[in-house]
């Protein structure tokens, strides 16, 4: 018989994080970095765990030489050469722990991310992605990946659930990556009917990871900088973002002009656009699953970052976590009908 879980599953927009009490007086007084230790590898890492997603507008090599100088972490797009790594590579050594691979599951790919660990030792993310985790395919490369780089932090997903999460994690992964349809760009909702509320999926995720000794990204359907502070409430350790840091002047994309005013283009991994770019077109066994959107063009990316970084550095302080990995055991949300006063329209709060 067909099953209905009736438990409510809840997205970032259908809750607030309620204050708490607390000593902390000044955002300055919040440390915003964080230390891991992975699951299956001796490797630790220090940053700022918020990450640029695997995109061909934001994972790029421009934008993870200025997410580096924040010490965040930049999940470079699976389409640069060989050699455009070898030349990223020599001319930034200092960097190379601020980015990660990103890889599909193809023996191709397996290939290209052999070659480029080939040439350095330094990076230490390997970001095994698809978009529908569930496939056996994934667990199989994960094993595959795992045994070839025994000392590599692996990402993999993305996928919802709680069962999901500990089967990546047995199949290798350290960090699994958490997200199916809430992307900005993302139409797979909609085109399919499949998907799961992010915040939800972030809690249930997080709970079955750390009960493992592993983590957790939440990738995908952050509109605001308050969203990242909820995700990171919700158990996420590292947030991945696309929208957000898409459409400034060092993201990638083409600017269109209308009208006098300048857009820049973003579109899904899995959209028209992309597969066009990228493999030739759409298959004619399959529909794109993302779409394009024009951005008016947002300015530098360094005020964005600030504005996110501010905005979790001052969640921190109305709920009285002196540091991230804090932010869930001081949290409780409070689940709303409504977030934001639009009498005055709608803003993301970050170009003001
Ligand atoms: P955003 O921050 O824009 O809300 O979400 C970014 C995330 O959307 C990416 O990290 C990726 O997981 C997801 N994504 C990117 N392109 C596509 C696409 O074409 N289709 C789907 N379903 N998801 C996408």
Redesign the pocket.
Known sequence: MTRIADDIKLDFDDVLIEPQRSELFSRKEVNIERTFTFKHTKETWTGVPIIS???DT?GTFELAKIFAEYKMLT?VHKHYSVSEWEDFIKNNPSILNHVMVSTGVSENDFQKVKDIMKITNDIKFICI?I?NGYSRILEKFVSKVRKEFPEKIIVA??VVSKNMAEVLHESGADIV?V???????????IITGVGMPQLSAIIDCADASHGLKGHIIG?????TAGDVSKAFCGGADFV???????GHEESEGEIVTIEGKKFKK??????ST?MKKHSGGVKNYRA????EVLIPLKGSIHKTIQQILGGVRSTCTYIGAEKIKEMPKRASFIRVNRIVNTVYGQSDGLNL
Request: charged content about 15%.
């Open positions: 997603a695997n995109m934001t999940a992605d978009a997903g993305n990556k997200g199916i349809g809430p992307g900005s760009v993302c139409t797979t909702r990738d995908g359907g952050c509109k991945m973002l696309g929208g957000i840091f898409a973003y579109y899904g991994m899995s959209s992309a794109s699953e993302g779409k």
